[in-house]
């Protein structure tokens, strides 16, 4: 899962969890927002919004390298001539 410390809350752990939401944790304290930075669950009532989007922006490596409205892989050299 893909996580970060804030960078000027250093004892803030941004996490993301397996329901594609951000976990935030801070000693005790949790909270768990949207993947936009909206208030879900727990004590921890804020969040940075766009640290939420930053962590939550985890492509699958299978197809990050797809085009849009494409199924093939960059840099695939099947040739069709």
């Known amino acids: 899962m893909a996580s970060m410390y804030h960078p000027f809350e250093t004892d803030v752990l941004y996490q993301a969890d397996e329901d ?7 000693g005790n304290s949790m909270g768990v927002f949207t993947r936009e930075g909206i208030h879900l669950s727990g004590d921890i009532r804020h969040a940075d919004p766009q640290l939420c989007v930053w962590v939550a922006n985890n492509p699958d490596p299978a197809t990050m390298f797809q085009r849009a409205g494409r199924n093939t892989i960059i840099g695939n050299s099947e040739n069709k001539d």
């Open 20 to 26: 594609g939401n951000i976990r935030l944790t801070k």
